[in-house]
């Protein structure tokens, strides 16, 4: 249950195996395995990290970046990943708050690295990577900075390595929230390997199967739903640094991938593509991730010819309900719903006081760990918003949700994308989701805006596909029938691409800071209707 050992295990058991190609570029178990404790005996000796200090790594997906998340959990150092998208403030933040000691850095993040390094007193240390023989040379950090070429830490002597235990943070995630400054969840060592093991059993991955992602190394589920999982069933993981959705059926053609990893509107996104011959011809089987539209489900596995296995759960607590076994034909899943409890928390639904609520009753879903590791540690530095998350000893996810009966979760909304109009609730999902069956909408987000009767009014961000056109009138017409009154937008805004993190989910939080914009078209100012 500790990823150095882990990693000597695979590396035992498989050898001169290819485990991951990264980019077109591949390595085998065994020098995954002898170059993490090269390059952990380098980050000891010569940048001068021990067990328990924390170092960023600001990389696009490469083996380099293998490289320094797996030796840094040899030596117990604990690895903080940061979206390559951060900049300026955001970038100064999370480096900040996780008190990061040094960074590990692509060429290419060097120059917003060095604008934001006067903020960041004991960042002391950079390693710099250059892809593809970038061309020497670098920003000036600053004094005091020491800065390092990756390839320079390699060293020859194995590493004294530490007594880990399960329970040492490895790794501290920053999670995507919709408000607020995002929080570091510390994830252990045992947490990420009941992930990875988890995962693992739950798509039924062997030897034979080859695992395709595009979703970046700083999130946990190209980290522990693809890499190590792939390694932990002896198989091969394929790294790739963007989605193409035209070219996606092509790469796992020419790669052999038996299945693939999903999240946000991937789905949607190949769904959309013209229809082809060959859209069946392929080797892929499986899908994993969230979510599925229902109504697209089992004709897109009908169209592919695969088998989608859906799970619910955050960085925090991973997998907290599972809806079907890939490895099991006719496992029971429920199309539309978020499945039944992976049986790694206890679950339940709660009011605004925290009272469980019966039965087909809409709450907040509430999670509860069991000694098994499978949940994060706390957020770092947040003592305060830890407590509050664990409120009565039970994971406030910040999700809506309600279970019927037979036990089976359906996810709402998140509590603060409810958009709450005149008393009403109304889902974001939903109204995306009927936005998006209009044949010219290609993608939706909804949120609440402020409106001058108190409460909320509905407000649309939409983008319409490639060479089509769809007239404010029309959309509403198209609402009309499909949803209830007070769920209606108001307020139009197209947009040519939503804002989204690297792991495809839209930031709400931007659409809601942006509100009302000077081209956003007003339904009441138009029409005079207020409904």
Request: hydrophobic share 40%; glycine share 10%.
């Amino acid at each position: 249950m500790v990823l150095g050992p882990w990693l000597r295990a695979c590396a035992e058991r498989h050898g001169d195996r290819e485990a991951i190609e990264v980019m077109g570029t591949a390595k085998s178990y065994a020098v995954l395995d002898g170059d993490a404790d090269r390059l952990a005996g380098g980050l000891a000796a010569e940048v001068g990290l021990h067990a328990g200090d924390r170092a960023a790594v600001i990389m696009r997906n490469s083996l380099a970046c293998v490289d320094a998340w797996f030796a840094m959990a040899r030596a117990g150092i604990v690895d903080v990943p940061v979206n390559v998208a951060q900049r300026g403030d955001g970038l100064a933040y999370v480096l900040g708050q996780s008190r990061s000691q040094a960074v590990v850095c692509d060429i290419e993040f060097a120059d917003r690295l060095a604008e934001v390094m006067p903020e960041l007193p004991e960042l002391c240390h950079v390693v710099l990577h250059r892809p593809g023989g970038s061309e020497p040379g670098a920003p000036s950090f600053g004094p005091g900075v020491a800065v390092h070429e990756l390839p320079s830490l390699y060293g020859e002597a194995p590493p004294r390595l530490p007594d880990l235990e399960p329970t040492d943070t490895a790794v501290i995630l920053y999670t995507s929230g919709t408000t607020g400054p995002p929080k570091g969840a510390m994830l252990s060592h045992g947490a990420n390997l009941t992930l990875t093991r988890q995962t693992r059993w739950l798509m039924g991955y062997g030897p034979e199967d080859v695992l395709y992602t595009a979703f970046p190394l700083f999130h946990i589920n190209a980290r522990y739903t693809t890499v190590t999982v792939a390694m932990e069933a002896g198989a091969r993981c394929v790294l790739e640094q963007r989605f193409s959705a035209g070219g996606f059926w092509d790469t796992c053609r020419a790669k052999g991938v038996t299945a693939f990893n999903y999240m946000g509107a991937l789905l949607m996104m190949l769904w959309k593509q013209s229809a082809r011959p060959d859209d069946a011809d392929h080797p892929v089987r499986r899908g994993f991730g969230a979510p599925c539209p229902p109504d697209i489900w089992e004709p897109f596995e009908e169209r592919f010819n695969l088998r989608l296995t859906e799970v619910y759960g955050s960085t925090e607590v991973p997998i907290v309900t599972q809806n079907g076994m890939a490895a099991v034909e006719g496992a029971d899943r429920r199309i539309g719903t978020a499945g039944r409890p992976s049986g790694l928390y206890d679950m339940r639904i709660v009011d605004e006081s925290d009272s469980e609520v019966p039965p087909d009753t809409p709450g907040e879903i509430v999670v509860r760990a069991r000694p098994n590791h499978a949940t994060f540690s706390g957020y770092y530095d947040m003592s305060e918003a830890t407590a509050e998350s664990w409120r009565g000893g039970w994971f406030h996810t910040g999700d809506r949700g309600v279970v019927d009966a037979d036990g089976y979760l359906t996810f709402i909304d998140r509590v603060k994308d409810c958009v709450r109009r005149r008393g009403e609730n109304i889902s974001s999902y939903e109204v995306e989701q009927s936005i998006t069956r209009h044949p010219a909408v290609l993608e939706a987000a909804v949120v609440g805006v402020p409106s001058e009767l108190s409460e909320e009014e509905v407000l649309a961000c939409v983008v319409l596909k490639p060479g089509r056109t769809l007239g404010e009138d029309e959309l509403i017409a198209h609402c009309d029938g499909r949803m209830a009154h007070f769920a209606v937008p108001r307020y139009i805004r197209w947009m040519d691409e939503l804002p989204r993190n690297a792991s495809e989910r839209v930031q709400k939080f931007q659409l809601r800071a942006d509100g009302v914009t000077a081209h956003t078209w007003d339904r009441l100012a138009e029409t005079g209707a207020r409904r």
